[in-house]
């Protein structure tokens, strides 16, 4: 198995965009290559 770290910076006051885009959008796509979130986490 193979883990991939990915840090995203985000620019102040868009948290709540960047949220909204990996539920609505992100973890889809990642889901449909195969990927596999296995955790994340915020500063």
């Keep these: ?4 770290l990915r840090v ?3 620019h102040p006051g868009k948290i709540d965009a960047i949220r909204q885009r990996f ?5 889809r796509i990642f889901e ?4 596999q979130v296995c955790d994340f986490w915020e500063e």
Excluded: A, K, P
């Excluded at 198995?1 to 991939?4: L, R």
């Excluded at 539920?23 to 973890?27: E, N």
């Excluded at 449909?32 to 990927?35: D, I, K």
């Design 32 to 35: 449909r290559l195969g990927m």
């Design 1 to 4: 198995m193979i883990y991939e």
């Design 23 to 27: 539920s609505d959008h992100t973890f």
């Design 8 to 10: 995203y910076r985000i």
